[in-house]
DNA sequence: ACCCCTGTTCGGCG
DNA sequence: CCGCCGAACAGGGG
């Protein structure tokens, strides 16, 4: 599920957390799910540690930890966080919980695209990690300016809108409704060459969707309006919300993309 | 049983 | 070397 809002949303399941010292944690032997992170080091180094803040940039998460500890992580498709009694007992897709005297933080993911992805002490409680701060402009920041937005459009012209915009380089965390929704308000097929759109147009709702997913969906996961395509492309029959005409949905470089025929034609 | 999938990465190809 | 693209990853749900 997650993209931007989503993430947002379930980052912020875990504040209950912050202040509290973690005493307990489980994390699987999963490979897939600790990548290039041990279980081992995350049980050790997250023990008697108090989470201090919870962060997100586009898809990403950052928790930092007392003494400067800094572990990151990706929802992937299916990730999710939640918290739980402090007797929770994980079921086999929670592959790692948090227990503090109060709650368990769970991350679960059963489809395992997501997971630990950095687990790292720099001993600066305040500053995360370089990494981190050199991850590009989020599209609701002062960096994130027409120009960069030109540069994207420029550099790749003939790439088709919806991969581009599916670029977390450029564009992080837009995914795929995102994106199609961004199309749909710009009204231009998903296939239109970059090289075509505006960027002060692009820029500007993008800065909407975002804004708006993130005060809707990040706040209480409460359904956008139905003037959004989000709310009819997921099914095949979906009308389109503003022409009511049949929306069509295609495999554009493997990933579905939905579009209204008549509001954003072809070429 | 079969097909679908809101993400990322990797290898092949031009 | 770069950009583009499909496949792979993994597993629950329709």
Request: net charge positive; hydrophobic share 40%.
């Amino acid at each position: 599920m997650p993209e931007l809002a989503e993430v947002a949303y379930y980052a912020r399941l875990w504040t209950p957390g912050i202040g509290e010292t973690v005493r307990r944690v489980h994390a699987a032997e999963k490979p897939r799910f600790f990548r290039d992170v041990s279980p081992a080091a995350v049980r050790e180094g997250l023990a008697g540690r108090a989470l201090l803040s919870v962060r997100t940039h586009g898809k990403n998460l950052l928790f930092g930890f007392s003494g400067g500890l800094w572990m990151a992580g990706h929802l992937g498709m299916t990730g999710e966080l939640k918290t739980a009694p402090p007797d929770h007992e994980p079921d086999k897709h929670e592959h790692l919980a948090l227990f503090t005297p109060n709650r368990a933080l769970v991350f679960r993911d059963f489809r395992l695209f997501g997971g630990v992805r950095r687990f790292e002490e720099t001993g600066d409680e305040t500053l995360p990690p370089d990494w981190w701060r050199a991850l590009p402009p989020e599209i609701l920041s002062e960096g994130f300016t027409k120009e960069r937005v030109a540069a994207a459009l420029r550099r790749h012209a003939k790439t088709p809108l919806k991969p581009l915009l599916l670029d977390q380089a450029w564009f992080p965390g837009v995914g795929n409704w995102m994106a199609d929704e961004v199309l749909f308000r710009l009204k231009l097929h998903p296939a239109t060459p970059a090289g075509k759109a505006d960027p002060a147009a692009l820029r500007r709702v993008l800065r909407g969707v975002c804004r708006a997913a993130l005060r809707i969906i990040g706040a209480d996961w409460s359904d956008p309006p139905k003037s959004w395509l989000f709310q009819h492309r997921w099914r095949d029959g979906g009308a389109c919300p503003r022409c009511a005409a049949p929306l069509k949905r295609e495999v554009l470089r493997g990933r579905t993309a939905c579009h209204c025929p008549v509001c954003q034609p072809a070429g």
